[in-house]
């Protein structure tokens, strides 16, 4: 038990690829939240937006064409309000229009909910928003394929203020217990809430520690290293282990908005025409600073 430590990747080019990628999500959220007439979890998109790149567009063997294929990994967001992130990151890889989200997001019936909904967007495996139940749920399909003897991976994106749900705990003992080694949670630990810090409510350190405890193999990266995102991937055991493995990303809110990051005020919020050209401008100058 105990952390994993690992090598970043040594594919620079498909890391760069990735990261001008991230930007672009980063971008499109931000003109989302700019055309949007309410609240935007833009904060923990923001946060959760190199994680979802790197999922999409490297980790998840999942075919936007073939929607059903039973060997496609199965992908449970149990952030539930990061989901505007996820569309947008889905439509990146084909999935549908980026357009159609700008236009219908958030409305009366549109397929694009503040909280994803499997029965209205093909694409999505799982609708979620209460927040501690993605986890379970991804134990449940991952011991279901098991059973099947089928070799896909079933991959959770949880954020850490949600851990702090009993139900997370009982998930990852089952998970462990019933030898999940197809099972694969990616944390955004962000360390916000929505109207606190994480351990001004929930005491979660030592974090790491705790998922080792309940017998899990433990990845510890910096969520905005590419690189490092990559080589967790990577690294990733085969299905057939005994162990379920838990990537624990450590990310900023509002990550690349200078004037988001760490800030409680967005955990959602809107842009007008003037913040969103500030906003725009901050993420340009927080990508030419990481660049150098």
């Given at each position: 038990m105990g952390e994993t430590s690992l090598q970043t990747s040594d594919d620079p080019h498909s890391?760069?690829?990735l990261e001008d990628l991230a930007f672009e999500l980063r971008s499109k959220l931000l003109h989302l939240c700019g055309t949007y007439e309410g609240a935007v979890h833009i904060g923990g998109d923001l946060s959760a937006a190199d994680i979802f790149t790197a999922l999409y567009h490297y980790g998840l063997h999942v075919d936007p064409t073939d929607l059903r294929n039973p060997t496609r990994d199965r992908f449970v967001l149990s952030k539930g309000h990061a989901a505007v992130c996820m569309y947008i990151a889905m439509s990146m890889r084909?999935?549908?229009s980026y357009e159609g989200i700008v236009d219908t997001y958030g409305q009366?019936?549109?397929a694009y909910g503040m909280h994803p909904c499997k029965?209205?967007?093909p694409g999505v495996e799982c609708s979620?928003?209460?927040l501690g139940h993605g986890l379970p749920i991804a134990v449940g399909m991952a011991l279901s394929a098991r059973g099947r003897g089928e070799s896909h991976r079933v991959v959770?994106?949880?954020?850490d203020g949600e851990t702090g749900e009993g139900s997370v705990w009982e998930a990852a003992m089952a998970a462990r217990s019933n030898e999940l080694g197809n099972l694969v949670a990616f944390v955004d630990r962000n360390r916000q809430m929505m109207t606190s810090f994480a351990e001004e409510r929930v005491v979660f350190e030592p974090y790491p520690d705790k998922w080792a405890a309940f017998g899990w193999n433990v990845v510890h990266i910096d969520g905005h290293d590419m690189a490092q995102l990559v080589g967790a991937i990577d690294a990733l055991p085969p299905t057939s282990a005994e162990r379920p493995t838990v990537v624990i990303c450590e990310t900023v809110k509002g990550k690349g908005v200078d004037f988001m990051e760490h800030n409680l005020a967005w955990h959602a919020g809107?842009?007008?025409a003037a913040d969103l050209e500030r906003a725009m401008t901050a993420l340009q100058a927080s990508r030419e600073r990481e660049s150098v």
């Open positions: 890391v760069q690829e084909g999935f549908f009366l019936d549109s029965v209205q967007l979620t928003g209460s959770c994106l949880l954020g809107s842009l007008g």
